[in-house]
Every structure is written in structure tokens, then in C-alpha cells.
């Protein structure tokens, strides 16, 4: 270890940023907790490290979570149809102990289902998690007891799942540990969180991203693959990538990551393929034979037309306007006056995905919240966020509780569920304009303008570009006046001393 006498006094690592400084909302917030940091507060002395903070603010609102589904614990999953809707506290874990043939001890995708769903209908990672999940479950006692007993062992694993969560995003930007507060708190993020099964797709993409941040594009691949294997969006991912890569000239790394994820992928699923082939397949086939579902706006004209689209329009309708989005998305890589930060891309690809969709769940929005954090790391604009999708939360239960409650009509009628649905639409779409115009104006990203380049892009941090489109090949303007430090590539801004 470096002695003080031998270590330069000018070389120390920079300050992390403390959002009770430059952003307004974090500041009123912290007033809760006896306001912002002192500039003469002594920092790093304390067991309360930023890491350990968010992690456990994070397993706290988890905990509250699983305290708002109680209503239905004892009694809703269970006991007449719409209380789990009217309560908001409806869970697919439950259902599907008995409805997947858990409680059976049929082995998915091998054994075939009694029923309309003939083999489970979820990647095979999730049905991995699912199984042992059924595995840890006693299979004694009442079917309801088992079934009480499968919601909480997953919820346990699904906790662990929302630490790595919480884990990753801190570690990912290291100057900003405190965004994680942003994942932590975020309310549709605990209210969602044990419907399904995606924390841990989820899970295992935010700790790609944090291998990516750490330049290892190896574990990058192997992690997306896995994460692929357990949910489809995180593919998209690779479509960043190379448009990164390629505009600076990192074949290398991307073809690294690429085969990691391809390689990862096959190890989960070829066995399951070559010996269960019609079980495997049954998620890509149920995804394309499904006809227009709740949440998405394919909804609100099937429902307010007497000629309501076809299914295979909508597939094929659905595929033009997300390939168009790409597109667009691609455009906006290569020919922004400076390289995006591969967050922000990232988080449009998914978000496109979703606003284009043909079904929208509520724990959809699980997807986005990581990667929201990591691309617009601004409380307003967050909160505006996650305030829409509590009230699609919402909405699409009451929805629910209305059209099964018969003629007592409890809950939100159609016309209203369809505000419900724009709501969530109009709130991701200000978070895709938000990020839109941090990448067209980088002097209005707060990552960028607190002196980093791209703390999560790996090797693309700080990297020269080879390849431009358009405006990018010309020295870049500053589309609006802005006081903050300018940070070219691979500099960074003059250390604040009054930090």
C-alpha cells in the first residue's frame, strides 16, 4: 500500500455526485431526513455507505409491497372474483402453482398441461426459477396453503433479485451511487414486483450493464444471454451496442459480448429444445397467436371499433412500427453531435418495444426502471414517470374489478380504463422525449454535465468516434444556452473544490 509521502497530492479519486446538490426535487425530498449535505459534512466515515443505504431502502419497499398484497393473501386469491381487483393486489404466482401443474409435480415444458395452455407458457429460465420455487414449497397441507406458501418462497428469491437490482444500479455510474435511491423508492417498482416473474430477467440485465460499465464485455454477453433466456426484451440490447460500437470502432468488444450472449443463450435452452421441442416452444408461439391484450393502444381501438384488427394485422403492424422506432433509434446513434451513453439508447430500444406492444402488463414497467435511472437520472422527470404508471396500476385493476363484478359494476368502466392506458403511454413518452433531448443536446444531460463522458459505457467511455453520420461529423453546437462545464471526449470536467 502507497504510503502518504509517495502518493502525488493532486491525484485522488473524484467526488461522487450528491443529487441534494444539483437537483431541486432530491433537495426538497431530503428535507424528510434533515435536508441536503453540509459542504463541510466529513464523508466515508460512516457503516451508512451509499451502497448499503440503497439496498436497504430498496428491501424496505419490497417488504411494503408485499404488505399492500396481504388483502389478497388471506383470502382474494381465493375467494370470489373480483376482491383481488378491487384490493389491487392481484398476483400470477398463485394461479399458476395449480395452473402450471406445480402443485402436481409436472415437469415443464416436458409434461404436457391438462387445460387450454397445453405447456408452460415463460422462457425456460423463468420456468427454472418457477420450478425451484415449486421445489421449496411442502407439498403438504391444502392446495390454498401450498399456494400461499409458493407466493412467498418466490418472493423471497424475487427480493434477492431486487438487491442485485439495487446492487448493480449503484455500482454501475460509480460517480452517482445515489441514483440508486431512484430504483430504491421508485412506488410502481414495489407494487409490481411479485406479480410475475420478471425481476429476474430484470435482475440479471442490470448486472450485464454493470459488467459492460466494468469493461468485460465477455460477462456482459453470458448475463444478457441468461437474462435473454429468461425474458426476450433484453436481446435488444445488442442493437445499441453495435451502433455504439460501431461508431467507435470497438468490433472487438461488441463481437465478444455478442457471442458471450449467443453461446449463454443455447447452454439454457438447446436441451430443452432438442428433448422437449413443442414445450420450448410453446412461449414463442403463445407470444405470436395472442390477440390483442391489456395496456397497449391496440386496445383502445379494438375496443372502440365494430371492425377490431386481426391478430396477424396487429403482429404485423406491431413488427413495422418497432422496426421503424429502431430505426429511428439508430439514426439518433449515429448522427447525434456526441455519442450517446449506451443507457440511454438502451432504454429507448425497450421502451419502444413496450409503447409498440400488443399487450402491456403492469409489471412491464419493471424493465424500464434500471435502465430509466441509468439514462435520465432527474427526480422530476422520473416521478412524473412512475406517477402515470401507479396510475395504470391502478387503472387496470379497477378495470378488472368492473367487468368481474357483474351488474354491481365496482371498479372503472372501459372509456375509463382507456385514460388509464394513455396515461401510461403519454408518461413513458415523456421519458423517451426527456432522454431524446439529452442525446441531441448532451449539455442538458445531468450525467454528462457533472464531467463523465458515459460511466456505463465501458470501453465506450471516453473512446474517439471512427464513424459518423450527418451532424456528428461537424464540430458540435450547443442547441441552447447552458451554464455547466462543456466536457469533451475522453475529458472531464475541473474538479469542484468546494465539493
Known sequence: MPSAETTPQGVREPEPVRPTREDPVAAAGSELIGGPIG??????????????????????????????????????????????????????????????????????????????????EYPVLTGVFMEVAAWLTPGSGSIQLQEQVYWFVNAGMLMICAAVIAVCVVRTQRRRPWDGLLVALAPAFALTATINWDLLAVALTAAAMLMWSRSRPLAFGVLLGLATAAKLYPVFLLGPLFLLCWRAGKWRDFFTAAGGAVVAWLAVNLPVMIFAFDGWSKFYTFSQERGVDFGSFWLIWAQNTTSPPSTTFVNNAATVLVLLCFLGIAALALMAPRRPRFAQLAFLVVAAFILTNKVYSPQYVLWLVPLAVLARPKWRDFLIWQACEVAYFLGIWMYLAYTTSGDAHKGLPTHGYHWAIAVHLLGTLYLCAMVVRDVLMPERDVVRRSGDDDPSGGVLDGAEDVFVLGAAARPPRHAAQFEGPQVEWGSRAPEDSSL
Open 39 to 120: 459542504r463541510r459534512a466529513l464523508l466515508g466515515t460512516s457503516w451508512w455507505t451509499p451502497l448499503r443505504v440503497v439496498v436497504l431502502v430498496a428491501i424496505g419497499m419490497f417488504a411494503l409491497g408485499l404488505i399492500q398484497k396481504a388483502p389478497c393473501y388471506d383470502g382474494g386469491w381465493f375467494f370470489g372474483a373480483s376482491s383481488q381487483y378491487t384490493h389491487a393486489c392481484y398476483s400470477d404466482i398463485p394461479h399458476l402453482y395449480q395452473g402450471r401443474g406445480f402443485a402436481d409435480g409436472l415437469v415443464p415444458y416436458f409434461d404436457k398441461l391438462p387445460g387450454d395452455m397445453d405447456y408452460l
